[in-house]
């Protein structure tokens, strides 16, 4: 955040105001002067601009101010620094078909009188000798409701400055032109890897800024656009070395099946070079089988597909291909194991490189979360933040409050104070500018628009509601609110950030009794009284996640609620599942990659639908909700890329080339290394919005919310690795190969997430450590055990065509026989098979433990014999010893992941009723209010109708550096929520609305 510091009382300054970011997105240069309070007075009477002391800075930014530093005009930004869709709209800027608005006159003027006259009451008020003006219209929603002409390049600058990521220019750095690539990449690499670069606040305008550049920003640099996020590239780093190991491992099996060992090279020849180290097996037999049955789909117990069978042409004889292919000596199965022992061993080393990263990430950034702590179970009626200063003063050693925010039940009213200024923002939209906002020109708009409806406009009314039907809602709602804002709401939550992180720390030490304990109001559990609230409560004291994470309109839901909508958004999750499984079905049906992208695309759109459900669920921080999605797309992503290919595939085709099980794995790699990266580097919608609907935006707040990026979600790009690790996993002891183009397709994603990231994502919330936590600690666990499992599995099914050999043949196949494979009727495709007196027939004998008709059989050993199954019959000698150890092992790893489970559960359970906190990191000795992009915790909501969040609180004594985001066109009373409910409680006198929650902010005194 760009901190201003006011010249004295008698100083004036002049030059050049700049007016950006969101609002209404008006970057404007002016010449003007400014007096000892802040306000800024336009010398050539094109604008002018006041707030308060308080607001002063929001409203307006300044050159020639304490520092003497000269204000940055973003509009003049030097070309080498802008991205290349800027100087491309730049230069298509003065075309008609690109802008329409070419050649307009591009001067910005004012367009409200209202707001005329309060800033001509404004200037001659300090001409009078006011020392402080009144509170102006500038602050006012509904003064600023007017539109403005839009600017296309105010948009692209916006783009730039605020909704990418942008560092600030080291003093190395400012005098230096920008060199080649390959000098950059050479100096970055070898000169700068150790350099650490400050992270910009949105719209800094006091110094140069760059931004981040997608291929040269060092990787410990990422932490600082969130911890999850930084966690999130390590991990996916890490994984992609983890399974290259892994590959070079398996390099043995990938040679073995490529080898005249396994296939022939003159088998090969028809096989993709990346199929060709997989255990697809070309080389097959036709052979007699007389108990043999086929089946459209041959995924019925004993059938076979239309593709394995063949009949007598002139007979009902059955022959059936045999995979002369021997995939069983044991030195693959070891190799194989010795992969997973190599996995198993990286997940356990994972997790303590990750919570190594997690410690240099959270030292390297100072947040407010550091500083703060938070108790969820406040009395209903502790409102007042000096009472909560005191008491942790007294009772913590002098622990020094710099902010306190005490958080009500009020969503409701929130919710409805929202909506109203939604709907507003929705009239405004669809009325001319200048238009008047007041109520009672709008109900006679309103009016007018309604006596004018036919029938026709009646109905379509009823499904694009217009001015009437908004405007009926907003006196509703008005309603509403007059009634909410009277009401006194519980309090719920209390934040409170101190001044270090040791009084934050003590504080965590010496109050955490555990959840349950506290919620009991267990007295016993306080070692020392002064620890109680009010000598009678006991505190639950928590760290809080960060403020910009935080879900305010959520912070009170109840357990039962929260209940009933996971169970709602699981059950649709669980249903969206099977619909997918059924689509591939039909799909693969076809053709496989028909099958494969079927797949990518399901996994590309069902995000977008889990997040929608969880849109609908109630979290109290994103972290939580992020995890929910997690969940959601995991389970999804998990079932549709890997499990639904085995279900869905007939045992017999496991090895077969065409529909068979490794080209439909293979296929999906394909599809999500070419087609998921490509869609997402190509930023379709983005650029969509930025060169389509942006230049024919009717606002400039329409315009901007075209550039605010793409947007993502973290739990959406962990789940894109973990589903591509799962399908590796899955089909690693068949598809050896698949260890490396997995880390390839990681290492891919790697650099484009990074890209994205830096180009076309829109910022996301602060997220702490949940997801890798859950990540880690369930994902990568199941993961490995699901590929001993698995793997096991499959080398007991070999060879994978379910027929074992009689002692003989039967006389009658001792001949030529001209037979016509069951997947074809015409007779020129029939062919001769030659049997003799040596050969023998086959019966059928199922080979898959998992069949459904063969009854339990795990582990998949030797020794699991039922009536349909017996692997005595097909098991070659050292089958059976790989089967044995791999199969047994397999049920060791998963008691060690339900031991560990269990333990984690119980670990859980415990730490309810004892302290379980533990400090992470070392205390920086950075005061909180030395930090530069110090936030605190200010209840906020957010909208799509507005660039910025719309603020659940009364902003007037709270101090502008405390938030995370500045609008320099308005200031943050345009934002508040409270506002609105005092105009409308205006006739009630009230000093104060007492349905919001509160904020204050104690400063420490500064020595000399």
């Not at 400014?34 to 010398?43: A, Q, Y």
């Not at 990518?600 to 669920?617: G, H």
Request: net charge negative; charged share 25%.
């Amino acid at each position: 955040m760009t901190r201003t510091n006011h010249a004295g009382p008698a100083s004036l300054m002049k030059g050049k105001l700049y007016h950006s970011t969101s609002g209404n997105g008006n970057w404007h240069v002016a010449d003007t002067v400014s007096d000892e309070v802040g306000n800024v007075h336009e010398v050539n009477d094109k604008v002018v601009v006041a707030s308060d002391v308080t607001q002063s800075a929001s409203s307006a930014k300044m050159v020639g101010n304490d520092n003497g530093k000269q204000m940055i005009d973003f509009l003049k930004d030097d070309p080498r620094e802008m991205t290349l869709g800027r100087r491309i709209a730049l230069s298509l800027i003065d075309k008609k078909w690109y802008n329409p608005r070419a050649g307009e006159d591009d001067t910005e003027e004012q367009t409200s009188a209202d707001m005329e006259g309060t800033l001509r009451t404004t200037s001659d008020a300090l001409e009078n000798g006011a020392t402080t003006p009144t509170r102006q219209k500038i602050d006012d929603f509904d003064a600023m409701m007017h539109n403005r002409k839009p600017s296309l390049a105010k948009a692209w600058a916006y783009f730039e400055h605020v909704a990418l990521y942008r560092y600030l220019v080291p003093e190395d750095e400012k005098e230096k032109q920008k060199k080649n690539i390959c000098v950059r990449a050479f100096r970055k690499f070898f000169c700068k890897g150790d350099k650490k670069l400050e992270r910009a606040e949105p719209g800094e305008s006091d110094d140069p800024t760059r931004l981040y550049s997608p291929f040269f920003t060092p990787h410990k640099q990422l932490g600082d656009f969130g911890l999850g996020l930084g966690l999130y590239f390590s991990t996916l780093r890490v994984i992609t070395f983890i399974t290259l190991i892994a590959g070079l491992i398996s390099s043995y099996n990938v040679m073995y099946f490529a080898s005249d060992m396994y296939l022939p090279q003159e088998y090969q020849e028809e096989l993709p070079f990346l199929l060709r180290g997989s255990a697809i097996c070309t080389k097959r037999t036709w052979v007699p089988c007389d108990d043999c049955e086929c089946e459209v789909s041959g995924r019925s117990f004993g059938t076979f597909p239309p593709e394995r069978c063949a009949r007598e042409v002139n007979g009902t004889r059955t022959f059936i291909l045999r995979n002369d292919c021997d995939g069983t000596p044991w030195q693959l199965g070891a190799t194989n194991f010795a992969s997973v022992i190599w996995l198993l061993l990286s997940t356990m080393a994972l997790g303590y490189y990750l919570k190594r990263q997690e410690i240099q990430f959270d030292e390297d950034e100072q947040t407010a979360q550091d500083y703060s702590v938070l108790i969820t179970n406040p009395p209903a009626d502790a409102k007042d933040p000096d009472e909560w200063k005191k008491f942790f003063e007294d009772s913590c050693d002098g622990a020094h409050v710099t902010v306190c925010t005490i958080a009500v039940d009020n969503d409701f009213l929130v919710r409805t104070l929202v909506e109203r200024r939604e709907r507003l923002r929705t009239i405004s939209n669809m009325q001319e500018p200048d238009s008047s906002m007041r109520m009672l020109d709008l109900a006679k708009v309103a009016a007018e628009e309604e006596r004018k409806r036919s029938l026709w406009g009646r109905l379509i009314a009823m499904v694009a509601p217009g001015i009437p039907e908004h405007f009926s809602r907003v006196v509703a709602l008005d309603a509403k609110v007059e009634g909410l804002a009277q009401l006194d709401y519980p309090v719920t939550n209390v934040f409170l950030t101190f001044e270090t992180e040791k009084d934050q720390r003590h504080v965590l030490s010496s109050l955490s009794v555990g959840s349950a304990k506290a919620n009991r109001n267990d007295i016993r559990a306080v070692k020392d009284p002064k620890h109680l609230f009010r000598g009678k409560y006991v505190l639950n004291v928590c760290e809080p996640d960060e403020p910009n994470t935080v879900r305010w309109q959520d912070l009170n839901a109840g357990a039962w609620q929260k209940f009933k909508e996971t169970a709602f958004t699981t059950f649709c999750t669980l249903v969206a599942i099977v619909l997918v499984a059924v689509l591939v079905n039909l799909s693969n049906d076809s053709s496989t990659v028909g099958a494969a992208f079927t797949i990518a695309i399901f996994n590309t759109l069902f995000p977008m639908f889990a997040k929608a459900l969880c849109n609908f669920e109630s979290h109290p921080s994103e972290g939580l909700k992020q995890t929910s999605l997690y969940f959601k797309i995991a389970a999804f992503r998990w079932v549709s890329t890997a499990v639904v290919i085995s279900i869905i595939t007939p045992f017999t085709n496991t090895l077969s080339h065409e529909n068979g099980l490794v080209s439909q794995v293979y296929a999906l790699f394909f599809a999500d290394i070419v087609t998921t990266n490509a869609l997402q580097l190509s930023d379709i919608m983005g650029h969509i919005k930025r060169h389509l609907l942006a230049p024919r935006a009717a606002t400039q707040d329409a315009m901007n919310l075209n550039f605010q990026g793409t947007e993502y979600e973290l739990a959406e790009r962990y789940t894109d690795m973990t589903k591509i690790l799962f399908l590796c996993l899955w089909y690693c002891s068949v598809f050896p190969g698949s260890f490396f183009l997995c880390a390839f397709s990681l290492g891919v994603k790697y650099y484009v997430d990074k890209f994205c990231l830096m180009r076309t994502w829109k910022k996301a919330p602060q997220l702490g450590t949940t997801i890798s936590r859950f990540s880690r600690r369930y994902f990568f666990t199941i993961a490995i055990a699901v590929m001993a499992v698995i793997s096991s599995y499959y080398w007991s099914g070999f060879p994978f065509d379910n027929i074992c050999p009689n002692d003989s043949i039967n006389s009658t196949y001792v001949d030529s026989v001209t037979v016509l494979p069951k997947n074809v009727s015409e007779l020129r495709f029939a062919f001769n098979v030659t049997f003799t007196e040596e050969d023998v027939d086959y019966r059928f004998c199922n080979q898959n433990f998992m069949a459904i008709g063969s009854g339990p059989t795990f582990p998949f050993v030797p020794t699991m014999t039922t009536d349909v199954t017996d692997p005595s019959n097909w098991m070659t000698d050292d089958q059976v010893i790989t089967t044995a150890y791999f199969g047994w092992a397999a049920v060791g790893i998963l008691v060690i992941v339900v031991v560990k489970f269990v333990y984690g559960w119980l670990v859980m359970f415990l730490d309810q009723y004892r302290n379980s906190y533990s400090a992470v990191g070392d205390d920086q000795g950075i005061h909180y209010s030395d930090v530069t992009s110090r936030s605190a915790y200010i209840p906020q909501v957010f909208s799509g109708m507005f660039s910025y969040p719309l603020i659940a609180c009364n902003t007037e004594k709270i101090d502008e550096e405390l938030f995370d985001w500045t609008d320099p066109d308005r200031s943050f009373g345009y934002y508040d929520l409270s506002k609105d409910a005092a105009k409308l409680l205006a006739d009630l006198h009230l000093e104060e609305i007492p349905g919001f929650s509160v904020v204050k902010h104690y400063p420490p005194e500064k020595s000399g």
